[in-house]
């Protein structure tokens, strides 16, 4: 009997086992939904799809004289925060996967539907970066910032800047940064920026790692380029108001299958209620995923010597 007889007729004796640990899957970091508000979000769950948001007007203040006191008439704002996004799930286990198995597969699967969720969920959030005021953008579509390592602090001051020119920041509010790995190589070089473990007795947001020109940085891996730019976003928690609507788990049986069939539906809405209150600065893309590293340079008056080669034989 060859070798190739013999392992051909053990191989249908060599069991087959269903591992009770799973393998974790490689998850994108989600950081907005700590950067927002949910003051609305009771409302919405109570009366329905829409809250209509009232800003009172602003009061003018006049110097008293002899003549008699003109009355200015005030005209609020309104703007609705709509649940418009829907988002559903679906999918089916097999009864033999769930019996074989001896982890908890469909809470595993549960588990990942949620993970997904929360992506589409903060490269939403993200996208409101489009609601900047125009006097809170550092760079532009057409000449966009070029970082490194020694120039990332001076924007950074700008960007921070812009947010307290519109009295976005106060002494009960906390700005926040939020940057994709690329930006965050050329923040780790710099001797400015300010390591999570080193901001003293003060709490930082979960996930942050560190602070820079005041502000919380975190770090999302749903900023990616976007026409060769990347999109550096700032503001407060007063800037975007989120509410979730609905979230709606169901299982039940396959009629034409020995299997469970599970579905899920998720509805949101955010809107930026306080557009002053976000900043971005727009960045040119690097091509490479980190900076390269700063080679010596030859102090001004100096000679540079060559260094004689050795003669080949």
């Known amino acids: 009997m060859t070798e190739s007889n013999v392992k051909n007729s053990y191989s249908a004796f060599i069991p087959e086992v269903w591992s009770g640990k799973l393998n974790s899957m490689l998850e ?53 925060l709509v649940i418009d996004q829907k988002k559903f799930f679906a999918f089916k286990i097999n009864d033999v996967a769930q019996v074989q198995s001896n982890a908890s597969i469909m809470e595993a699967h549960l588990a990942n539907a949620k993970k997904a969720i929360e992506e589409v969920q903060d490269a939403y959030l993200l996208a409101q970066h489009s609601n900047v005021a125009s006097a809170n953008i550092v760079g532009s579509e057409s000449s966009p910032v070029t970082l490194n390592k020694t120039t990332i602090y001076e924007y950074f001051v700008k960007l921070a800047l812009c947010l307290k020119n519109s009295n976005a920041v106060n002494s009960s509010t906390r700005p ?14 710099s001797t400015e920026f300010i390591n999570a473990h080193n901001v003293a007795d003060e709490t930082l947001r979960n ?107």
């Open 28 to 80: 994108k970091e989600c950081v907005m939904l700590q950067c927002v508000n949910r003051n609305y979000e009771g409302e919405i769950k109570n009366q329905g799809d829409k809250v209509k948001i009232i800003t009172p007007a602003e009061v003018t203040v006049s110097t008293l004289g002899t003549s008699s006191i003109s009355y200015s008439e005030l005209e609020p704002t309104s703007m609705d």
């Open 176 to 189: 926040w940064v939020v940057i994709n790995p690329t930006v965050e190589s050329y923040l780790l070089q």
């Open 207 to 313: 996930g942050a790692i560190g602070r820079i020109a005041g502000m919380d940085v975190l770090v999302s891996t749903n900023l990616s380029a976007v026409d060769g730019k990347y999109y550096v976003m700032a503001g407060t928690n007063e800037a975007i108001t989120f509410a979730s609507q609905l979230a709606k788990i169901e299982s039940l049986r396959d009629k034409d299958s020995f299997s469970d069939l599970v579905r899920g539906l998720y509805l949101y809405g955010a809107k930026t209620v306080q557009p002053a209150a976000l900043a971005k600065m727009i960045v040119k893309a690097d091509t490479q995923s980190t900076p390269a590293p700063t080679q010596p340079t030859t102090p001004t008056g100096a000679t540079t010597q060559t260094q004689p080669t050795e003669p080949t034989s």
